[in-house]
């Protein structure tokens, strides 16, 4: 079972405003790439592997936009000594705090990058009236069907029908607008989840994974094209429930 998706607190740093990170140099990094900057004690061969995953994760937010706007800095760290130290969660494999990915050592991995790049590259698009308005669960989904994360993936899906394991239906994910919503349903259902968990099961998030397959949906339907007419018509001030799920057009 995965932690707690500490991802979505993303949402509430960005409005809210309230956690920072410290500049890459106060906070004893190195810069080995532009925007990259890690734990001096990170090795060669990690070094490497976390410019290539970058790169992974960028490909991935493009393929969706078809370009990328936002240039996060990431922050990567290989011992929990340094992430708890910049503000990571404990347990949490990675963060986005204000405008920064702050990775654990458990957090070199392009979907966890690519999951919370999603979510800057879609506050990036937004205007702040706009990005208020979004809820909460499409802003995850789209996050989920961007980073492809297995744990939250269709088979994920398919798993949780096959093994009749709690989840939102449409309606109620639906209604789950805004941050405290959404982390009290992911508790609520991990919890459920985790009572009835068959031994050696599949771990599974049924709200992210519900999320993910009801973005997943849409965008089969609407395309890329139809994500960014839904965010320029939201931008221009028209309601998300005017948007979504009619097929822009
Ligand atoms: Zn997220």
């Known amino acids: 079972m995965r932690q707690l998706p500490i991802l979505t607190l993303l949402l509430a740093l960005l409005v809210g405003g309230c956690n920072t990170l410290p500049d890459a140099s106060d906070a004893g990094l190195q810069a080995i790439a532009p925007n990259i900057y890690v734990e001096p004690a990170m090795d060669t061969m990690t070094r490497t592997r976390l410019i290539q995953t970058l790169a992974e994760a960028e490909r991935a937010i493009s ?11 990431v922050y990567a760290c290989v011992t929990a000594n340094c992430y708890i130290h910049l503000g990571g969660t404990y347990g949490s494999n990675a963060e986005a705090l204000d405008d920064r990915i702050l990775l654990s050592p458990a957090g070199l991995n392009w979907h966890f990058i690519a999951h919370e790049w999603a979510h800057v590259e879609l506050f990036s698009r937004m205007t702040p009236r706009a990005w208020q308005q979004l809820p909460q669960w499409f802003n995850e989904g789209l996050a989920v069907a961007i980073s492809q994360e297995p744990e939250y993936s269709e088979n994920a899906w398919q798993y949780l029908l096959t093994a009749n394991l709690p989840r939102p239906g449409d309606g109620e994910l639906q209604g789950l607008r805004t941050l405290p919503q959404w982390m009290d349903a ?3 259902y991990q919890q459920q989840v985790q009572a009835r968990q068959i031994a050696g099961g ?10 993910g397959h009801a973005v997943r949906n849409w965008l089969a339907t609407a395309g890329n094209q139809g994500l960014l007419v839904l965010i320029q018509r939201m931008n221009a001030g028209e309601p998300f429930a005017a948007v979504y799920p009619v097929t822009p057009r």
């Not at 599949?202 to 999320?211: F, L, N």
Request: proline share 12%; no cysteine; charged share 10%.
């Open 186 to 188: 992911v508790n609520f």
């Open 63 to 73: 393929t969706m936009y078809g370009s990328v706007r936002s240039r996060p800095p």
């Open 202 to 211: 599949m771990g599974v998030s049924p709200v992210y994974t519900a999320a």
